[in-house]
């Protein structure tokens, strides 16, 4: 059974950084496409990053290219999410995502979902 815990989330000040954590258990990363989406109050879940498993490649949505980075450690199925230069903009709950089927790193169609981690940037 897969299951996905997010950790690392805070109260941060402009242009701080954080790193957020995701353990992952019941996958093998390189099986899945995995992925951090954020849900700000009022507004759609988005895409932030993504992993894809099957080719190695890693995406970025436009609004935190350059800023955020997505990694791995695969001996302890961690995936992290270190952000830099935070804005306000960037208050969210993050969520981490994962599945099996081959797709769309941006898709919402992601069959398993950690509880999400609450990151908060004060303007």
């Known amino acids: 059974q897969v299951r996905l815990v997010e950790s690392g989330g805070g109260l941060v000040q402009p242009g701080e950084s954080l790193t957020l954590s995701c353990a992952a258990s019941?996958?093998?990363?390189?099986?899945?496409?995995m992925a951090w989406f954020r849900q700000a109050p009022g507004k759609e879940r988005e895409f932030v990053a993504g992993?894809?498993?099957?080719?190695?490649?890693?995406y970025y949505a436009a609004s935190v290219k350059g800023r955020f980075t997505m990694s791995k450690e695969n001996g302890r199925n961690l995936v992290y999410l270190q952000m830099n230069s935070l804005k306000p903009e960037d208050t969210a709950v993050y969520y981490c995502?994962?599945?099996?089927?081959?797709?769309?790193?941006?898709?919402?169609?992601?069959?398993?979902w950690g509880q999400g981690t609450q990151v908060t940037v004060p303007s």
């Open positions: 019941g996958l093998t990363f390189n099986n899945y496409r």
């Open positions: 992993f894809n498993g099957f080719t190695g490649s890693t």
């Open positions: 995502a994962a599945d099996r089927q081959f797709g769309a790193l941006d898709a919402l169609n992601y069959a398993y």
